[in-house]
């Protein structure tokens, strides 16, 4: 059965939706400007964005964020953020300037949801153990790449070019005073996936990647500004760097003072334009954070029990045992990986049709796709398996 919806309601919904896009700013993506690859017919009431934001919270990668390292790894600390708290304050931030700036706040959700996907266990020292796995294959692993990858070739789940473009153009390590929209970014699934290619290929530079779309370009800056404060006061409880060991910044010493100040700056030289920029001095100050920040926390949060080589080792260790599995009986990789990707197994067997020449690539996937706990679990049953052979 059905439901749709009754005359009246199409009536006063269209009525509200006209009324609200005709609000919206001349630079603003509009729902009717959606690419997918499918054929989706919006209903009045889940426009084209909004399936996309639906979509990416339905994804099993959507709840394994939950299990995954935004900085700090394996603290039994309830109050440490994780990748899923990550990700939903980057989309509250970027809509709370997005609807300042009259923006696609749909779009910028979908964007901020699924921006992180790419991840893999342990965060960016995660990213760069398992970039060195790849780079034995001349293969390169980025998050902003997989995470654009995962979308688009793994679970081929038709969402929208904008957002996608956004995951890929993401990256949230370089910080510019500026960002404009790229219109040649990705204005096809074509030249998407050639840009996919040259990354693999270590080829594609970051000044490529700039998003299509304001509501990409106002996404990118965003994650910025919601892990410098949240980063300090996740070290703050964890006792490694206490909020008074910092330099005195104009921006603010709590994540609160931080976040809104640096909104209120963007808000203040973006309205209107069609770009997101911020004031010489909020940029400077910014950048004074990040490096601080760099200095104190990042270069320094090690894992509970573990060393880099020990990581190292583990991801070596599940790297080939999945890279083996896959060119003989794909016993482990039926069992532990292919009925987790997505439900609709036609399309997970267009996947592994695709890369059936590419083992390494779905061996990183695979692992790309476990929280933190899984893979020392799965790296421990797959030792001891070897043990008893």
Known sequence: MRIDLDENAKKVLAENFAERDSLLSPYAAKDDTAIRKGKY????????????????????????YAGKTQVFSLKGNDDISTRAYHVQLVSRIARTIGSALSLNCDLIEAIALAHDLGHCPFGHLGEKLLDNVAK???????????GARYL??????????????????????????????????????????EKLNCAY?????????????????????????????????????????????????PLGKYNHEIIGNISADIINNSIGK???????????????????????????????????????????????????????????????????????AEKVDEYFAENIDFP????IDAIASMSDKYLLDFHKKIKAKSTKK
């Not at 400077?284 to 020990?310: C, F, H, Q, V, W």
């Not at 390494?360 to 061996?363: L, Q, T």
């Open 41 to 64: 017919i919006p209903r009045l009431y889940r426009r084209q964005f909004v399936r996309d934001c639906e979509v990416v919270i339905n994804l099993p990668l959507f709840n394994r």
């Open 136 to 146: 034995k294959f001349s293969y390169r692993f980025y998050h902003h790449i997989q």
């Open 152 to 193: 688009n070739n793994v679970v081929k789940c038709d969402i929208s070019l904008q957002v996608v473009d956004g995951v890929l153009c993401h990256n949230g390590e370089k910080v510019l005073q500026r960002y404009a929209p790229n219109e040649k970014s990705c204005n096809s699934f074509e030249n998407l996936q």
């Open 201 to 249: 290929n270590g080829k594609l530079n970051d000044t490529d990647l700039m998003a299509s779309t304001l509501e990409g370009c106002l996404v990118r800056i965003s994650d910025v500004i919601a892990y410098l404060g949240k980063d300090r006061q996740d070290a703050d409880k964890l006792r490694q760097v206490g909020l008074g060991d910092y330099d005195d910044n």
């Open 274 to 344: 069609n770009y997101i920029a911020m004031s010489d001095k909020t940029y400077a100050d910014l950048s004074l954070l990040m490096d601080e920040n760099y200095r104190k926390i990042y270069r320094n949060s090690e894992i509970d029990g573990y060393t880099d080589e020990d990581l190292q080792n583990i991801i070596n260790d599940v790297f080939e045992a999945l890279y083996n599995d896959l060119k003989q009986d794909k016993k482990l990789v039926n069992k532990y990986y292919r009925p987790y990707i997505y439900p609709n």
């Open 360 to 363: 390494e690539r779905v061996a």
